[in-house]
C-alpha cells in the first residue's frame, strides 16, 4: 500500500494552499533546471489532457519556450479575454508567466500585462522569461489571489488559467476581482468546472486536489458564488469534458490509501464519466 497521503478534506485553507504551492514549486523548479544546464530548453512539466495543444504556433513563437513549458493551464484566457491596446490586465496565479507575457502584447506599450503568484520559484521564472521577451509593460507581483496587492477600481480585465479551481474558499477570490475591476471590466477566465459532484474517494486524495479536478467548482454553484461577488452578465461555457481514457489515467493516480473497501477503480471511473470539464467563465463588473 502507498504511504499515507494527506486527505484534503480534513485540511486547513492554509495546509491545502502549502500543497498547492509545494507542487506548482516543484514543476518551476523542472524548468529552472532545465535552464540551467546544458540540456536544450526545455521539459515541459505534468503533461495531461487539459494542458495540451491550447496555443496556437503563432502564439509559440511570441513567448520563451520556458514559458510554454511551464504551462499548466485548461485554456487561453488571453483569446477569451479579446484584449484592447491600452487596458490594463491582472492574470491570478500567473505561473510561468504565459498568459501574462501573450496579454502585455495585445495591450502594447500604452497598456499594462500583471501576473500575481504566491510561488516565488514560478515568479523566479516568470521573471526570466519576461527578461528574455523584452517586455517592459509586465510585471509579476508575489501574493495570494485571495488579497490582490493593487488598488480599487485599477484593473480593466482580469484573466486565469486553471487556478481559481485550486483555491480552498473561492468567495474572496471573487470579491477581490470584483474590488480591483473598474466599472465596466471584465473577469474572463480558463477553469476546470464539475457538472455534478464526484465521488466522495475524489475528495479524499491531494492530488486530486493538486491536479485541479477535486477542487473545482459545480457548475452552478461557480454561478451562484459570481453572483454573490456581484458579477453580472456571467458566461459558463463548456470547452472540454473529460473521455473514458482520460478518466483511466486519472484513477491510475489514486493513491491505494484513499479506495475505501467496496470501492474499485473501475467504480471510481464510472461515477466520473461526464463529470469533469474545462470551461471558459466570463463576467463583468456592472
Do not use: H
Request: some cysteine; hydrophobic content about 40%.
Amino acid at each position: 500500500m502507498n504511504k499515507t497521503q494527506p486527505d484534503p478534506s480534513r485540511m486547513t485553507d492554509e495546509e491545502i494552499r502549502a500543497a498547492v504551492r509545494d507542487r506548482y514549486a516543484a514543476s518551476a523548479t523542472v524548468v529552472l533546471n532545465d535552464l540551467g544546464s546544458a540540456a536544450s530548453c526545455c521539459t515541459r512539466v505534468d503533461r495531461d489532457p487539459m494542458t495540451r495543444d491550447l496555443y496556437d504556433d503563432t502564439e509559440a513563437t511570441q513567448v520563451p519556450q520556458a514559458a510554454l513549458a511551464a504551462s499548466l493551464g485548461c485554456g487561453n484566457p488571453t483569446v477569451l479575454a479579446q484584449l484592447e491596446p491600452g487596458q490594463v490586465v491582472l492574470d491570478l496565479g500567473s505561473g510561468g508567466g504565459l498568459d501574462v507575457l501573450l496579454s502585455a502584447r495585445r495591450v502594447g506599450s500604452t497598456g499594462k500585462a500583471y501576473g500575481l503568484d504566491m510561488t516565488p520559484e514560478m515568479l523566479e521564472l516568470a521573471r526570466r522569461n519576461q527578461a528574455e521577451a523584452g517586455l517592459e509593460n509586465a510585471e509579476f507581483l508575489l501574493g495570494t489571489i485571495e488579497n490582490i496587492p493593487l488598488p480599487d477600481e485599477s484593473v480593466d480585465v482580469i484573466i486565469s488559467n486553471c487556478v481559481i479551481n485550486l483555491v480552498a474558499d473561492k468567495d474572496p477570490v471573487l470579491r477581490e476581482a470584483f474590488r480591483v475591476l473598474r466599472p465596466g471590466g471584465r473577469l474572463a477566465v480558463s477553469d476546470m468546472i464539475l457538472l455534478r459532484r464526484l465521488p466522495d474517494v475524489a475528495y479524499r486524495a491531494m492530488k486530486f486536489w493538486t491536479g485541479c479536478i477535486s477542487g473545482a467548482l459545480v457548475d452552478t454553484d461557480y454561478r451562484d458564488k459570481l453572483t454573490a461577488a456581484r458579477f453580472t452578465d456571467i458566461g459558463i461555457a463548456v470547452t472540454r469534458t473529460l473521455d473514458a481514457n482520460d478518466l483511466t489515467d486519472l484513477a491510475a493516480q489514486l493513491p491505494d490509501d484513499v479506495i475505501s473497501t467496496g470501492e474499485d477503480r473501475a467504480s471510481i471511473i464510472g461515477g466520473m464519466d461526464g463529470a469533469i470539464a474545462s470551461a471558459f467563465i466570463r463576467a463583468s463588473k456592472p
